[in-house]
């Protein structure tokens, strides 16, 4: 078992999640990083190919470098986010070379994200993905059904989303994917959504999501591997201490870091750099997931 699972492993027993932290600028890995150490906390750190592609994280080796000059290994570990095989434009992305690049520059842990394929093909996309990563002991994160909100076009309104179910995961094709693919972890969908990072909307106030937590319960059930739930930014509280107990032992928050972080550019580096450490310090706090660094591998 890789040390990232491990770790995650020992959250699920204790009834923890991680807290995993989006890099859209490579400025916000020092505030993220130091948050994590003065809050005790331990979380990931993270990056989607969407946030070199679309942000300024530059690449995922610049990020990885960054890393290495900030981190303390008491508090976090460098992980992966979305390597999609269809990106949010819809276009093909060769994504194994991607995998075997962030290999190369020492992260812990991946997600590949074949949400957007027929359930057969995203199986397909993972298992390589597995393949892959299996010997070198790291940790692979795969998507079933869909976390709507990072392609170009709006939103479907969020209560018909949810009552309607659009995109959600289905427990009986959970089991069936981590069996087939292999992974280790699991994002699902069940009400979550993620912040917009068109340019259009991502200035645009992220809604209040809440879950479906019967329905994580099933999953969790019959996945039987820790569940992640993105689009952590805005989740009713209540419901996110809820779902880990229900399973949860991953929790990803990007656009509740980079607002702020954005907003204070135009008062200067200095500005933004303490905007990203409070908003790092206020996600932690109001998710309850602080101080937990001891427990889960003091
Ligand atoms: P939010 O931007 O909604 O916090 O989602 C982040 C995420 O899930 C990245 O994978």
Not at 113 to 130: K, Q
Request: with cysteine; glycine share 10%; aromatic share 6%.
């Amino acid at each position: 078992m890789s040390d990232t699972s491990a770790i995650v492993a020992s959250a699920r027993r204790l009834g923890l999640a991680l807290p995993a932290f989006n890099i859209p600028y490579l400025p916000m890995v020092e505030p993220v990083l130091a948050a994590l150490r003065d809050s005790g906390t331990f979380g990931l750190v993270e990056v989607a190919r969407v946030e070199w592609e679309k942000f300024e994280a530059r690449s995922l080796e610049a990020v990885a470098e960054e890393y290495r000059r900030h981190d303390n290994r008491l508090c976090s570990r460098l992980h992966l986010d979305h390597v999609p095989v269809i990106d949010e434009d819809g276009l093909r992305v060769d994504f194994l070379p991607i995998i075997e690049r962030a290999l190369a520059a020492g992260f812990e842990s991946v997600m590949v994200d074949g949400s957007r394929l027929p359930f057969d093909e995203n199986v397909a996309a993972a298992r390589s993905v597995v393949e892959l990563c299996g010997p070198a002991g790291v940790a692979v994160e795969a998507e079933l059904g869909s976390v709507l909100g990072h392609e170009a076009g709006p939103l479907p309104p969020y209560e018909e989303l949810f009552r309607t179910g659009t995109g959600f995961t289905d427990p009986a094709d959970a089991a069936r994917f981590v069996a087939a693919a292999g992974v280790d972890w699991l994002s699902v969908a069940i009400g979550n959504v993620h912040g917009a990072v068109a340019e259009s909307a991502r200035k645009e106030k992220k809604i209040e999501a809440r879950l479906d937590l019967e329905r994580l319960s099933k999953i969790y059930a019959a996945a039987g591997v820790p569940i992640v739930l993105h689009g952590g930014t805005g989740i009713k509280p209540d419901n996110v201490r809820a779902a880990v107990a229900r399973g949860i032992a991953k929790i990803n928050i990007g656009t509740g870091i980079r607002a702020p972080y954005e907003a204070a550019l135009a008062r200067g580096p200095a500005a933004a750099r303490d905007a990203a450490y409070r908003a790092t310090l206020a996600e932690i706090e109001t998710l309850g997931l602080g101080g937990n660094a001891v427990r889960l591998v003091g």
